[in-house]
Each structure stands twice: as structure tokens, then as C-alpha cells.
T-cell receptor
Framework: GAGVSQSPSNKVTEKGKDVELRCDPI?????LYWYRQSLGQGLEFLIY????????KSGLPSDRFSAERTGGSVSTLTIQRTQQEDSAVYLC??????????FGPGTRLTVL | GENVEQHPSTLSVQEGDSAVIKCTYS??????FPWYKQELGKRPQLIID?????GEKKDQRIAVTLNKTAKHFSLHITETQPEDSAVYFC?????????????FGTGTRLKVLA
């Protein structure tokens, strides 16, 4: 079956603009995670969804970041008023309950 | 707070030698410890994992050991090959107030020299 997909694969935007990143998890996966990976760095946890609810938003860096998940499936991560320090690869992962996470290919965000 | 420390940050070995990467975690309730391999420009891929009721797990050239008392777990790669060159991440799960998330180590860049 299809794996986790993310779109767009690359996004270049100007400082101050809003961006939306999309994640399509594996069908049937109940849990969905967003991470941020800066160049040469590790994986920084942003937010976790169980179904449509987000029990843990503790990793969101600021109130410019928000995320939602609808229908227990697709999720969007929105960054408002982007800053240069938001430039990174944003990775999405999904899992069935508490089993193995599968990662998407990521969205590379560049803020000019 | 929740934390996973990973060492070393870089590791170079000769082809055929063994490589060991070590992680420590802070949450005593953590019960699942996966290891991911990330090749340049690609997504992280699970290579092996271990649950807290097991002390060791092996899959061909890869093994993971877990010491729950000391809160340590390690990845062992034997007979390394050039294609093992990648960044490796350890992770530990954190379960608090109904949430279930992964805390990742900072990664180890492994270079296998031919």
C-alpha cells in the first residue's frame, strides 16, 4: 500500500508569509506526528495527534505554528508570518496505535 | 524534562569493523526504543527496535541492547559495509497524561571507510 506522503516536497517563501504543509498518513493509522529537522540536526518533536485530537502540542515553537487533523486522516501544519529560522525539513510520521512509526519524505521549507 | 542523549555524534570505522552507538534516556516509564537510519536527503527508516521486556534483540548484522536499570540502550553493527554509512537516530517513547510521543537523540553520523 501507499506510504506516508507529504506535499509540497519543497516550499520557498518570503519572510512574513504564511505556509501550509500537508501530510497524508498511511490509511488506518490512528497516530500522526510532526517533526522538524534543521540542517544536520536531529528530529525535533512538534505535535502529536491521536485521531483528530492533539493531546500534546508541547513541541510547537511559538503561537505562529498550528496544526489540525481532519477525518482521522490528513493533517496540515500551518506556519504564520514565517521567519528565516523556520527554514528546515518538516517530517510527518504515522503509526497504528503504539506501533512502528513510518515517516513521510518531508517538506523542505526555505524562508528567504 | 524528557531527554535522550546520544553518543558519539560522529563515528568513522574501517569496513568490516564493528560500530557501537549509545543512548541514555531520562523517563523511567519509557518502554519502546526504536533506531532509525537516515541516508542523505531521505526519510528516516526503522532498522531495529526493542521493548522494555527484552534485554537484547538481533537482526543479522544489527543488534540492540537495553539496560533498563541504567536507562541505557545501544546499537551494535558488525561487519560494517560502506552502505551502512548514514545518520543513525535512537528514540525513546514518553507516555504522560494519555499522550504517547517519541523523543529522539541528536543523531550519530557513521562513516564506513572502504
Amino acid at each position: 500500500g501507499a506510504g506516508v506522503s507529504q506535499s509540497p516536497s519543497n516550499k520557498v517563501t518570503e519572510k512574513g508569509k504564511d505556509v501550509e504543509l500537508r501530510c497524508d498518513p498511511i490509511s488506518g493509522h490512528t497516530a500522526l506526528y510532526w517533526y522538524r529537522q534543521s540542517l544536520g540536526q536531529g528530529l525535533e518533536f512538534l505535535i502529536y495527534f491521536q485521531g483528530n485530537s492533539a493531546p500534546d502540542k508541547s513541541g510547537l515553537p511559538s503561537d505562529r505554528f498550528s496544526a489540525e487533523r481532519t477525518g482521522g486522516s490528513v493533517s496540515t501544519l500551518t506556519i504564520q508570518r514565517t521567519q528565516q529560522e523556520d527554514s528546515a525539513v518538516y517530517l510527518c510520521a504515522s503509526s497504528f496505535q503504539r506501533r512502528e512509526q513510518f515517516f513521510g519524505p518531508g517538506t523542505r521549507l526555505t524562508v528567504l | 524534562g524528557e531527554n535522550v542523549e546520544q553518543h558519539p555524534s560522529t563515528l568513522s570505522v574501517q569496513e568490516g569493523d564493528s560500530a557501537v552507538i549509545k543512548c541514555t534516556y531520562s523517563d523511567s516509564a519509557s518502554n519502546y526504543f526504536p533506531w532509525y537510519k537516515q541516508e542523505l536527503g531521505k526519510r528516516p527508516q526503522l532498522i531495529i527496535d526493542i521493548r522494555s521486556n527484552v534485554g537484547e534483540k538481533k537482526d543479522q548484522r544489527i543488534a540492540v541492547t537495553l539496560n533498563k536499570t541504567a536507562k541505557h540502550f545501544s546499537l551494535h553493527i558488525t561487519e560494517t559495509q560502506p552502505e551502512d554509512s548514514a545518520v543513525y537516530f535512537c528514540a525513546a517513547t514518553v507516555t504522560t497524561s494519555g499522550t504517547y510521543k517519541y523523543i529522539f537523540g541528536t543523531g550519530t553520523r557513521l562513516k564506513v571507510l572502504a
